[in-house]
C-alpha cells in the first residue's frame, strides 16, 4: 500500500483498469488508517488520511475526466447532446433565439418590406 501523494500528471497516462484498482486500493487504506485513528493511533495518521482523500479525488477526476471525453466522442455528430456537455453559457443566452430564428420573417413583414421600401432620396452633398 502506498502511503505518497499520488500525482495527476502519471494518472492520465493510466487506463480505465488500472485507475479502478488505484482507487479500491486507495479507499481500502483509507479505511485502514481511519479504524487505526480510532483504536488510538498516532497524530501522523491525520496527514495521511488527508493525503489518501485528496489523492481519490485525483483518481476520481481523471476517471470522470475520461469517461467525459469517451461520451463526447461518442455524441459528436449525434442531434442532440447530453445536458452535462452542452455549453453552461448564461440561462438568457441559452433561452434567447439561433441566428437562424432571429433572421427569419412573417409573411407581413415580407409584404410590408416589398409594398413599402426604403425612401430614397437625392442629397447634394456640398464641399
Known sequence: MSTSKVKAGALWSKGKEDLKKQLIELKTELGHLRTQKIAGGAASKLTKIHDLRKSIARVLTVINANQRTQLRIYYKNKKYLPLD???KQTRAIRRR???EEASLE???QKKKRMHFPM???AVKAEV
Open 97 to 99: 433565439l439561433t441566428k
Open 119 to 121: 425612401r430614397k432620396y
Open 85 to 87: 456537455l452542452r455549453p
Open 106 to 108: 412573417t409573411e407581413k
